[in-house]
């Protein structure tokens, strides 16, 4: 199956900046692949989209992190990141990388990391 693995999160003051990282693993090809993406949850809260790009490279921001974050990626090995600048307390919340793939039996698939906690704090 596919999996996503997360790396990149942790403690960071407002005003500052981490990179989240999301690699695959499995058996697809970047061919399959429509779009990458994050998302974030804080606690009591439903998870939001926070970016996306598509396999053409098009990216999408939420409102509240464009000027702010930035998605990227490396096509060859569906890995997807996410630049995040000037952070701010409100940014708190476990970020979840997502991989949408076509399956020839399945059709699109989505696919989830296990999450990475980032906390913005003095």
């Known amino acids: 199956q596919v999996q996503l693995v997360e790396s990149g999160g942790g403690l960071v003051r407002p005003g500052g900046s981490l990179r989240l990282s999301c690699a695959t693993s499995?058996?697809?090809?970047?061919?399959?692949?429509?779009?990458m993406g994050w998302y974030r949850q804080a606690p009591g809260k439903e998870r939001e989209l926070v970016a996306t790009?598509?396999?053409?490279?098009?990216?999408n921001y939420s409102d509240s992190v464009k000027g702010r974050f930035t998605t990227s990626r490396e096509n060859t090995k569906n890995t997807v990141y996410l630049q995040m600048n000037s952070l701010k307390p409100e940014d708190t919340a476990v970020y979840y990388c997502?991989?949408?793939?076509?399956?020839?039996?399945?059709?699109?698939?989505?696919?989830w990391g296990q999450g990475t906690l980032v906390t913005v704090s003095a």
């Open positions: 790009i598509s396999r053409t490279g098009a990216t």
């Open positions: 997502n991989l949408k793939y076509y399956h020839y039996t399945s059709g699109t698939v989505d696919a």
């Open positions: 499995g058996y697809i090809s970047s061919i399959n692949v429509m779009a």
